[in-house]
């Protein structure tokens, strides 16, 4: 899992940065104005306390810079100072990225989807044989002492018999999941399967002429199961 | 050191042996004690490399303020911010800085020398907001 800050946008980190900023003014008896109108210019933020007054510009470092930006800069300093303000220009810094991984993740997640496989795949066949976990893609992660709760998606593998355990094919189908993971054990207390992407195997409505069972065009017919 | 008596000619310095004020601020993205020089070496250095161009000795320059600005994408911890009051950059000098700045350059020096004046020796900033 990636914790990709990168991901969101500049707009976002300026905004939080000026939401914190502003509300540490106005605790300190400051008047707050976002995106104020100054003459023909906008300002990110400006600040009023009797006779002083701050403008502000809000830049998230290492991002890139519209054209002009440094221009911009200029005229925001040079409209400051018409107006007897002052200038700050406040670098908003993102958290370094991080890469997180849960050892053993997709074993905890095979284990559980054995002993409780979804219905979705459950109900294709006669027989669906768990596979493997693969590729599993943690998008939440939330650790307290030995418990995880994460959620994410992952690849799920299963082989197809018939009723009478005759092979049909394997597949590989995607997935949504949430679920709570006992660390210290390294297994699934809990997996909650949100969704499986079978289209792989019905197809899409527009294959699907009669929409049941694998696509036409593969012939195959799940009633014969 | 040489550099720097170079750099401070081509923007127009001048030799001068009054009492000086200088500020030094060096900007480093993702600043790192073990690698990356301290506040103190460095106007120590850029004070150093002066002398010849901006004054004949450093000894007359009676106030610094010098400082590191860790900037750039890789902060460590939380989301941070830093405040930088340009007020007061002069018009000349701005440009370069604003460049500086929205290039993301790596590692560059901001250097002001002038004249001292009277009550720039200022006492207690921690109390100012």
Known sequence: MKVEDRGISSVYLEFAAAEELAGNLTGDGWTVEREAQVDDNRVDLVARRGDEAIFYEFKVAGSASPAGWADHLIAQQQLARRYNAAFRLVMVRPPRQMELEIEGVERMLFDWLVQHPPMEVEDIAGHTLIDDVDSVDLTSVRISGTTAEVSGEAILGVTLQTGGGEEIGSESFPFTFSATLDLATASAEDVDVHEVDTTSWYGTDDQDFDSDGPPDPKGADINEF | ?129
């Not at chain 2, 610094?64 to 941070?80: E, H, M, Q």
């Open chain 2, 1 to 129: 050191m040489a550099q720097y008596n170079r750099l401070y000619k081509a923007a127009g310095g001048a030799l001068s042996n009054e009492l000086t004020y200088a500020t030094v601020y060096y900007f480093v993205p993702g600043y790192k004690p073990s690698n990356d020089a301290d506040a103190g070496n460095v106007n120590k250095r850029v004070l150093d490399g002066l002398q010849g161009a901006a004054y004949d000795d450093d000894h007359v320059v009676r106030l610094v303020t010098s400082g590191v600005i860790d900037y750039g994408v890789n902060a460590s911890g939380p989301l941070r911010v830093e405040q930088l009051d340009l007020t007061h950059v002069p018009a000349h000098a701005l440009p370069d800085l604003a460049t500086a700045i929205a290039q993301g350059t790596d590692h560059f020096l901001y250097v002001e020398v002038g004249p001292l004046r009277p009550a720039m020796m200022v006492f207690g900033i921690g109390e100012q907001k």
